[in-house]
T-cell receptor
Framework: NAGVTQTPKFQVLKTGQSMTLQCAQD?????MYWYRQDPGMGLRLIYY???????DKGEVPNGYNVSRLNKREFSLRLESAAPSQTSVYFC??????????FGQGTRLTVV | KQEVTQIPAALSVPEGENLVLNCSFT??????LQWFRQDPGKGLTSLLL?????REQTSGRLNASLDKSSGRSTLYIAASQPGDSATYLC?????????????FGKGTKLSVIP
């Protein structure tokens, strides 16, 4: 049982480049989330999807877009990367009323 | 807006000691509270989930309690081991608008000294 799988695990981008972070879960969970984790700031919610077909902004959505491709997959896109987006990105999923499960993270550096 | 605080930010204890980690939250209207463990460079591992109607949950050497009215939760670790060294995070799911969101504390970094 893979749980929540994120790709890639590491990425270096130049300022202005774009990329998509992929996330897939095999637990038939309804809700999926994207967080970023920065030293001293903790985990902050970027976007979430309460169910297939819906997405909503979290605390820090600027500079990001998301797509809930189907029930399993939730992608995060950086259209024009900036150094301030250097961070560790985590995807999570949760069934209604249940505990959240996290992926192993994507370490992104924007130079 | 829900705010979650974890004190202390870091804790060092000798092996075998029992310890308590604290989590407080400002809005008591919550659905549940979840404790996680994070090892350096890794993702978050779920430890315990407490629903708002529950007072405590236990898993092995871990016991989490919830006092919703006072906005507090504790994670008790019995007979600590070096392998318990990690950062422990609590997260709250608040009722009402934005109820799908989890709000995290900044964590307590635990070091268990052999």
């Amino acid at each position: 049982n893979a749980g929540v799988t994120q790709t890639p695990k590491f990425q270096v981008l130049k300022t202005g480049q774009s990329m998509t972070l992929q996330c897939a879960q095999d637990m038939n969970h309804n809700s999926m989330y994207w967080y970023r984790q920065d030293p001293g700031m903790g985990l902050r919610l970027i976007y979430y999807s309460a169910s297939e077909g819906t997405t909503d902004k979290g605390e820090v959505p600027n500079g990001y877009n998301v797509s809930r491709l189907n029930k399993r997959e939730f992608s995060l896109r950086l259209e024009s990367a900036a150094p301030s987006q250097t961070s560790v990105y985590f995807c999570a999923s949760r069934i209604s009323g249940g505990e959240a499960f996290f992926g192993q993270g994507t370490r992104l550096t924007v130079v | 807006k829900q705010e979650v605080t974890q004190i202390p930010a870091a804790l060092s204890v000798p092996e075998g000691e029992n310890l308590v980690l604290n989590c407080s939250f400002t809005d008591s209207a919550i659905y549940n509270l979840q404790w996680f463990r994070q090892d350096p460079g890794k993702g978050l591992t779920s430890l315990l989930l407490i629903q708002s109607s529950q007072r405590e949950q236990t898993s092995g050497r871990l016991n989490a309690s919830l006092d919703k009215s006072s906005g507090r939760s504790t994670l008790y670790i019995a007979a600590s081991q070096p392998g318990d060294s990690a950062t422990y995070l609590c997260a709250v799911r608040t009722s009402g608008a934005g109820s799908y969101q989890l709000t995290f504390g900044k964590g307590t970094k635990l070091s268990v000294i052999p």
